[in-house]
């Protein structure tokens, strides 16, 4: 079985900065090479959204207009851990953000229906 297990969230002031990490846990650790990594969120009462994605190599990344610019997705296949660095973070970006991962394709998506595994998320709160 392959499981993600997300950290790193908090609460933080407008403007603040967080950094997620997305790692893979017990057998399935020798696989994360081999797997594209997808964020997404999900505020109180709107729907999931792709945030941003990055390729099995690292080579390619995507972000959400949204997040562009303020986020920094990035992975370190020796680590077995992808990250997702939020940078000048505004109440809006507040929301449930989950990593999620495929095993197919050589660059990535943000579409939801195209990743299969998930994690259960980490709670982002950016308030004053």
């Known amino acids: 079985q392959l499981q993600l297990v997300e950290s790193g969230g908090g609460l933080v002031m407008p403007g603040g900065s967080l950094r997620l990490s997305c790692a893979t846990s017990?057998?399935?650790?020798?696989?994360?090479?081999?797997?594209?990594i997808g964020w997404f969120r999900q505020a109180p009462g709107k729907e999931r959204e792709g945030v941003s994605c990055i390729s099995r190599s690292g080579d390619i990344s995507h972000y959400a207009d949204s997040v562009k610019d303020r986020f920094t997705v990035s992975r370190d296949n020796a680590k077995n851990t992808v990250w997702l660095q939020l940078n000048n973070l505004k109440p809006e970006d507040t929301g449930v953000y989950y990593c999620?991962?495929?095993?197919?394709?050589?660059?990535?998506?943000?579409?939801?229906?195209?990743?299969?595994?998930w994690g259960q998320g980490t709670q982002v709160t950016v308030s004053s």
């Open positions: 999620a991962a495929q095993f197919q394709g050589f660059g990535c998506t943000r579409e939801e229906s195209a990743y299969p595994y």
């Open positions: 017990g057998r399935t650790l020798r696989s994360f090479p081999n797997i594209a």
